[in-house]
Nanobody
């Protein structure tokens, strides 16, 4: 599976961005979860949001709940992260990942055991 993340950029605080993660390589099974993680300079990678590809269940980190929304387009095999009310502390490289046979919540604590990673896209929020 290849994951291609895109959509990052520079935005002012309070602004919005939409990230995309396009998957290719094989069929996506309904038991698969995909999600977004981020890594700020000098910090460890942290979970942002995830969803189950089959039923669309979602799970969010407390820090983004109510501001970010994760979604999918099954036909395009693409996942999105709509980010609103962005804050400077949201500045990071955002990575999409896939974990087979996992719930969205379980994926949130599997940072070291993700099956596939995209290459990352940089989001910079200026104050």
């Amino acid at each position: 599976v290849q994951l291609q993340a895109s959509g990052g950029g520079l935005v002012q605080a309070g602004g919005s961005l939409r990230l995309s993660c396009a998957a290719s390589g094989r069929r996506t099974f309904s038991s698969t979860s995909r999600g977004w993680f981020r890594q700020a300079p000098g910090k460890e990678r942290e979970f942002v949001a995830s969803l189950n590809w089959g039923d669309g269940r979602t799970y969010y980190a407390d820090s983004v709940k109510g501001r970010f929304s994760i979604s999918r387009d099954n036909a395009k095999n693409t996942m999105y992260l709509q980010m609103t009310s962005l804050k400077p502390e949201d500045t990071a490289v955002y990575y999409c990942g896939e974990k087979r046979g996992s719930s969205p919540r379980a994926m949130s604590v599997m940072g070291e055991h993700i099956d596939y990673w995209g290459q990352g896209t940089l989001v910079t929020v200026s104050s």
